[in-house]
């Protein structure tokens, strides 16, 4: 039901109270009339308007004297006031405007400018009233950091601040997109951020690279080793060395990996010079290795020593109460890296997005405010900007009114391994065949993706 705007019209001029009177009530408004600020004061606090134009020259209580006796009693919660003067005078304006007036019109008002005035005044109330995070300007810049006041990321806070003062070892683990490498990336800011940072997706390295990539190799080791190489063990010195996707890693390698984390020591490839590793390893993880060393596809003696110091980053479902920090500090985001100018979002917006159940976690929120922030032509992001999906590729909208025209639908009784088919297509047409993209909203690597797409006889649509 469209509300009824309640305006409280105040002037001691009996003829344009009535005409004010009048012609707004024939405009739609619910009008409220008072003689003087005394009986102004009584009809605000009986009948709450919505907005009130005040006169300032009145006899028993000046339209100045009323707003600042509202300023002292009801702050914030005072109603809009526009201010009506014969007079045109500038000091009364200035006084009237730093006691939170909304504006100043010198009468006779022509009654199309008293109109879009009032318009523009209620638009104002109604934006604040649906507004639910505004941006703060210049005391809220954006900070690439981890974001979240839930207990769940406190105890994380207290892990990293932990840290300090040692090289231990830590095994992030977390499903994709909970921001595992932010917490990395903490890790070394707070520990040694003057030291290198270095990041491999073991995935992403041929198994028979990885050794070299590492550890790196020495001149004639190989076929096409020229020259020394130096690895990545050895160039990230004191730093934070972080290894993405450490399940992943063939088993002949990790027996390797196990000695310099043991020894604190490697040699190159081809190498017989002893090199010394005096930085410390980040291994991220979405998957459960203990369950991989139960399957005999991760080393046990490797998993103890990745786990001296464990922290699970929790998905977002488990820490819902952050969600507004979080959005919060993806529309600064976009507006630092994107040149977007986002300065609110609508509480109908936070809380469509608060109802979704985020299986891509942070990274599919982020990946969804970015993309509302480009998209958008105006500086608040509406419900209207998000179109959210679940990773069956059905918005909220279809899956909230069961509309049996989705996007997908599973067949019916069909094997399982046919529906995984199915679904990896069309997943992989869905992101124009990005497999990056498509493994994480798939929650695999890539290399199993590879394994499904050459298993099923998968091709692009061209």
């Not at 009032?118 to 690439?144: C, P």
């Not at 088919?421 to 992101?431: A, R």
């Not at 493994?439 to 993706?449: F, H, N, Q, S, W």
Request: glycine fraction near 6%; charge should be negative; charged fraction near 30%.
């Amino acid at each position: 039901m469209k509300k009824t705007w309640k305006i409280l019209v105040v002037d001691d001029d009996l003829s344009i109270l009535r005409s004010y009177q009048k012609y707004l009530q024939s405009e739609g408004y619910c009008v409220l009339t008072a003689k003087d600020g005394v009986e102004a004061y009584e009809e605000i606090f009986q009948n709450r308007p919505d907005l009130v134009l005040l006169d300032i020259n009145m006899p028993r209580k000046t339209g100045l004297e009323l707003l600042e006796e509202l300023n002292e009693q009801m702050g914030s919660d005072m109603p809009l006031a526009i201010m009506l003067t014969a007079y045109g005078d500038l000091e009364a304006a200035v006084k009237a405007t730093t006691l939170g007036a909304y504006d100043f019109l010198t009468k006779p008002v022509p009654l199309e400018k008293l109109r879009l005035t009032v318009k523009r005044g209620l638009e104002k109330i109604n934006f604040t009233e649906h507004v639910a995070l505004i941006i703060d300007g210049e005391s809220e810049k954006y900070r690439n950091s981890i974001v979240g006041r839930d207990p769940l990321m406190i105890d994380i806070y207290k892990a990293i601040g932990s840290l300090q003062g040692n090289k231990a070892t830590v095994l992030v683990s977390g499903e994709s997109g909970t921001g595992k490498e932010m917490v990395a990336k903490a890790i070394h800011e707070t520990t040694s951020p003057k030291a290198p940072f270095i990041a491999i997706n073991c995935a992403a390295v041929p198994e028979n690279l990885i050794e070299s990539e590492l550890m790196g190799y020495v001149k004639g080791a190989f076929t096409g080793a020229d020259s020394y190489r130096e690895g990545k063990l050895e160039a990230v010195g004191s730093g934070t060395l972080l290894l993405d996707e450490i399940s992943e890693t063939p088993l002949d390698f990790q027996a390797k990996l196990l000695r310099v984390l043991q020894e604190r020591e490697f040699y190159p490839v081809g190498g017989t010079e002893k090199k010394t590793f005096s930085g410390r390893i980040v291994a991220l993880t979405n998957k459960n290795l203990r369950e991989l060393v139960e399957k005999g596809i991760f080393r046990e003696d490797l998993f103890y020593r990745l786990n001296v110091i464990s922290i699970n980053v929790p998905p977002l479902r488990e820490h819902p109460g952050d969600i507004e920090l979080l959005i919060m500090h993806f529309m600064r985001k976009a507006n630092h890296i994107m040149n977007t100018s986002i300065e609110s979002i609508t509480r109908e917006a936070v809380d469509l997005i608060k109802s979704h159940n985020w299986p891509g976690n942070v990274r599919e929120l982020e990946n969804v405010i970015t993309k509302a922030a480009i998209n958008t032509k105006s500086s608040i992001l509406t419900k209207e900007c998000f179109s959210l999906q679940d990773k069956l590729g059905l918005s909220e909208d279809t899956r909230s009114t069961g509309d049996n025209n989705s996007k997908f639908c599973f067949p019916d009784m069909v094997p399982l391994k046919e529906v995984e088919k199915l679904y990896i297509d069309k997943v992989l047409n869905e992101t124009g065949w990005h497999k990056g993209k498509s493994a994480e909203i798939l929650g695999i690597t890539r290399p199993t993706l590879d394994k499904r797409i050459e298993e099923f006889g998968l091709k692009k649509n061209v």
